[in-house]
């Protein structure tokens, strides 16, 4: 015999409760270990700065396109949309002299 429509919409809304009550757990377990590193690095304002000073670089034109994607690759990977780019040869070299010019700017 088949089971009612109301029975299959409880269960689904058992479901779901339970669901929501795991990723509600989860939450928590998840703050109460980030409480425990207080200072993991830059905020997500900015590097959503970093982002938007980058953009304006390119656009000006001061940096390549293959830079422009390898940069911004690495702003997504910590804005944790997406993985981290490989690292290139020289990379320190390279941080190192943009760090510098970036201060010249300011």
Do not use: C, W
Not at 2 to 17: C, F, G, I, V
Not at 63 to 71: A, S
Request: glycine share 6%; proline share 4%.
């Amino acid at each position: 015999m088949a089971r009612s429509p109301q029975s299959y919409q409880k269960r689904q809304r058992e479901l779901r409760k339970k669901e929501r009550k795991q990723e509600k757990l989860a939450i928590r377990h998840g703050k109460s270990a980030a409480k425990a590193d207080v200072d993991e690095g830059p905020s997500e304002d900015e590097l959503l700065e970093e982002f938007r000073l980058l953009n304006e670089k390119f656009a000006a034109g001061d940096i390549n396109e293959e830079d422009f994607e390898y940069e911004k690759a690495v702003l997504f990977s910590k804005l944790g949309l997406g993985e981290a780019p490989e690292p290139r040869e020289g990379d320190a070299a390279s941080d190192d002299a943009s760090d510098t010019a970036a201060d010249s700017d300011s």
